[in-house]
């Protein structure tokens, strides 16, 4: 389950650009938590990759030695084991 509860935060925002906004019928509190949210969902997949990189370039060094397990099937339509057949 989400916490949807808010929080009151002081964020200090060029005046000029929250007049704009304000004039625009922006709402600045939406827009912020949108922005934010995505920056949040952006910063969580980067370290996600970064604590995983070492494992992605083993994995890579692997297939590199060992060629990849599945290559008859992601090759190519074609492939020996490659079907377009639906159930």
């Known amino acids: 389950m989400v916490d949807t509860r808010k929080r009151n935060t002081n964020l200090p925002v060029v005046a000029e650009l929250l007049d704009r906004a304000s004039d625009l019928g922006v709402n600045v509190p939406e827009v912020n938590e949108t922005n934010l949210t995505k920056a949040a969902a952006e910063a969580r997949c980067q370290k996600w990759l970064d604590e995983n990189a070492k494992a992605f370039s083993e994995q890579s060094d ?10 008859d099937i992601i090759e190519a339509p074609g ?7 639906l159930p």
């Not at 492939?79 to 057949?85: F, L, P, R, V």
């Open 79 to 85: 492939g020996s084991t490659w079907s377009t057949d």
């Open 62 to 71: 692997w297939h590199e030695r060992n060629g990849h397990p599945l290559v």
